[in-house]
């Protein structure tokens, strides 16, 4: 009874971690084809090294990926035999503007991705599609440094144009910007900013002016959507997960309620319409110089989003005393050791279900919006049985548990949800470490760390869980 009959649900990919076919039809390189896999990873996400071509010396996972590009139709055919109502999914900006500022949009790369619409069309799953995940057009980024320039929301916004208008009546859920708040934790991966000649005034000043641009051009798209067809749901998406205070030290309240504010001040803009004001305060105190045009605030206030979209993989938590507390390792957002968390993934990603409903709170008071779970999951080390089928007890275990939070928030605490897309519902590239390794899938993909395999598709156990769960609307974990 919990879940309303209208509930989507599907999963969610994005186009630099399985599309491949970097450099066909035209595409143009993206930050996010530069990352490589190994040690400098890190760096180059956090934007701290400079990588701005590709060299022999690195491999780049994103490059040819899962090849989606080719089995788009076999894997949307999979999504659909679990019962799908929703994929989400991105697009790669440089395969519609391979340089980012042309005058006239690639056509092989529009087709692409009608044709995908068209497939999911043909089994009645609704796209619900990210227009940037995380990807710059690297010609942008080595012209004017990305999003510090001002100009990035007019080649922004001809994309979005492009997109509202051509795919009208095909795509109606539409996401401005992936983890817009990575933008301050991983700047070059999340938003092409290479920062790594800047002193730490100079830095924060490039990470605020960055982050308005893109608000504002969050905001002109939003207002371009609704323009251009009434019918389309503009998200923000943020990367969330609640900052518990490591103790009832007042002290340590006030460093998560600080750590929270960070990450929320962003969909505070998009969903809330309002800058927040110690922000603007902390520009005036520590003289750093926003470049605002006059009409910023009123269309921020003006063209708020329709709902509120976010990834939750865990709980954070801050502290004021970092003595005290033993930092967790693989994740690219800082966080302290959570004692009472007994289990964690094998990148010690600590999992906590109750953390997605705390979470689902927070956002539901802050904002009084729809909320959409577009990204949860496990990633973890699959392997395959001497009959190459993997039992994926672990991941349908932490789905479970993580679906039934979702629908105690909803029956009890009132929260209105609109859907649930688990992350790399077929296997993929991971974002954080560039490794195969690191599987979400319910589809097992047949390829290592290194680019070897035969990229074959095979149903894992949770294949069919997923779909038990689907067919009885999550009744039956
Ligand atoms: P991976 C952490 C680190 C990097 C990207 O992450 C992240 C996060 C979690 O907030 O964000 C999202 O692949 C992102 C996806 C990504 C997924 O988390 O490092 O939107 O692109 O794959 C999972 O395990």
Redesign the pocket.
């Known amino acids: 009874m919990s879940l309303p009959k209208t509930f989507l649900w599907g999963g969610a990919t994005?186009a630099n971690?399985s599309e491949g076919g970097y450099n066909l039809d035209n595409r143009g390189l993206a930050n996010v084809d530069l990352l490589p896999l190994g040690d400098d990873r890190r760096p180059v996400v956090m934007g701290e090294q400079k990588m701005f071509d590709l060299d022999d010396k690195h491999f780049y996972p994103a490059l040819n990926a899962i090849d989606m590009y080719h089995h788009y139709k076999e894997d949307i055919k999979l999504f659909a035999e679990m019962g799908f109502s929703v994929y989400r999914m991105s697009i790669a900006w440089t395969r519609i503007f391979p340089n980012g500022d042309e005058d006239k949009p690639n056509e092989a790369g529009l087709k692409f991705y009608e044709n995908v619409f068209k497939e999911c069309k043909k089994y009645g799953i609704e796209p619900l599609v990210t227009i940037s995940?995380?990807d710059t057009p690297m010609h942008l980024v080595k012209e004017m440094g990305s999003w510090r320039d001002r100009r990035m929301i007019d080649y922004y916004l001809n994309f979005c144009r492009v997109l509202f208008t051509r795919y009208k009546g095909l795509v109606k859920y539409w996401l401005t910007f992936?983890?817009i708040n990575?933008i301050f934790h991983?700047p070059f991966m999340g938003a092409g900013l290479y920062v790594g000649d800047l002193d730490e005034r100079e830095k924060k000043q490039v990470l605020y002016q960055s982050a308005h641009n893109e608000l504002v051009a969050s905001a002109k798209a939003t207002k371009m959507a609704h323009k251009i067809d009434r019918n389309n749901q503009i998200g923000c998406m943020v990367?969330a997960g609640k900052y518990y205070p490591y103790s009832c030290d007042p002290k340590d309240v006030y460093a998560a309620i600080t750590s929270d504010r960070e990450d929320y001040f962003f969909s505070d803009i998009q969903a809330g319409g309002k800058y927040p004001k110690y922000v603007l305060d902390m520009f005036e105190r520590e003289n750093l110089h926003i470049d605002m045009h006059e009409d910023d605030l009123k269309l921020l206030a003006n063209n708020t989003v329709d709902f509120v979209s976010f990834?939750y993989?865990m709980s954070r938590v801050a502290t004021a005393n970092k003595k005290v507390a033993q930092m967790t390792t693989g994740?690219?957002?800082d966080s302290v050791k959570n004692p009472y968390l007994k289990e964690q993934s094998e990148?010690g990603w600590q999992i906590d279900p109750l953390g997605l409903r705390i979470t689902m709170i927070d956002l539901y008071d802050r904002y009084h919006k729809p909320l959409f779970i577009v990204?949860n999951g496990l990633?973890a080390v699959d392997k395959p049985d001497k009959n190459g089928k993997v039992y994926d007890d672990y991941r349908i275990k932490y789905l479970a548990s993580h679906i039934q939070a979702m629908k105690d928030a909803v029956e009890y605490d009132g929260i209105e949800l609109l859907g649930y897309t688990s992350?790399?519902c077929i296997d993929l590239i991971?974002?954080?470490?560039g490794e195969m390794k690191?599987r979400y899938g319910f589809i097992y993909v047949d390829r290592d760390n290194q680019g070897n395999g035969t990229l074959k598709r095979s149903k894992k156990k949770s294949f069919n869980w997923y779909k038990r769960v689907i067919a009885t609307n999550g009744e039956n974990l």
Not at 430 to 433: E, I
């Open positions: 994005a971690q995940h995380f992936n983890e990575m991983a990367a990834s993989y994740n690219i957002f990148w990204e990633g992350w790399g991971s974002a954080g470490s690191k």
